[in-house]
């Protein structure tokens, strides 16, 4: 009874990592996780003495790049096009797509081919510098963080999810004297980042029911 658990519990963890069928892939395993049509769903939050936000939003994707056989440089990696939109009214976010522009500071992609986040690290980390990596179960990502004055600082980071390698949260936050005095973040609505964002806590619940159902059956 015991092994049978932990096969259970085994299967349980590696099915949270399947993904659907990608595009067929490139010589370095890239391929595109996203595909034209898709619907991903995000809120945004402005958290900031003047501002309080909190809106859904969504990105609809409109074109996926060829991807080259062999990439070199950050800057031949390609990113899903796509448009946004407010959820409510299926209008466009307009001047608020400048929030965008700050994704310059940690690479610019909105989106990256999945199948190769090594490689993705190598050339993202050749073209920027002072970057800090983000690479877990889930995510994959950049963040920087830039002096503002000697009391202040901002950071910016960006983390795609692995499993299609599009934006999963975005965030700009600003700091004095390591306070946070301003928030602005797009992020991924639905089960799959809840589950990123609480990995460990749900392994470690996962963990202690599997040791309480052992328990239980050795009891019995």
Not at 74 to 92: C, E, H, M, Q
Not at 152 to 177: M, P, Q
């Amino acid at each position: 009874m015991k092994r049978a658990i932990q096969i259970m519990f085994v299967f349980l963890v590696v099915g949270m990592f399947l993904v659907a069928p990608v595009a067929a892939q490139s010589n370095q395993g890239l391929s595109w996780g996203v595909s034209v049509s898709d619907r991903i769903d995000f809120n945004f939050v402005v958290d900031t003495d003047t501002d309080s936000i909190n809106e859904p939003m969504y990105a609809s994707i409109t074109s996926t790049p060829v991807i080259p056989d062999s990439i070199s440089g950050w800057g031949a990696v390609p990113t899903a096009v796509s448009d946004w939109k407010w959820a409510a009214n299926d209008t466009s976010i307009g001047l608020y797509g400048l929030i965008f522009l700050t994704l310059i500071a940690v690479g610019s992609h909105m989106s990256v081919p999945v199948g190769n986040f090594t490689l993705m690290t190598t050339l993202v980390s050749a073209a920027l510098t002072g970057e800090v990596m983000i690479d877990d179960v889930f995510y994959w990502g950049v963040q920087y963080t830039v002096d503002t004055s000697s009391t202040e600082h901002t950071t910016v980071a960006a983390r795609y999810f692995k499993s299609d390698g599009f934006l999963a949260k975005l965030t700009v936050e600003e700091f004095e004297n390591d306070v946070r005095t301003g928030y602005i973040a797009i992020s991924r609505q639905g089960f799959m980042t809840t589950i990123a964002d609480n990995f460990l806590i749900i392994i470690a619940g996962a963990v202690v029911l599997v040791v309480l159902v052992i328990v239980c059956v050795k009891r019995k």
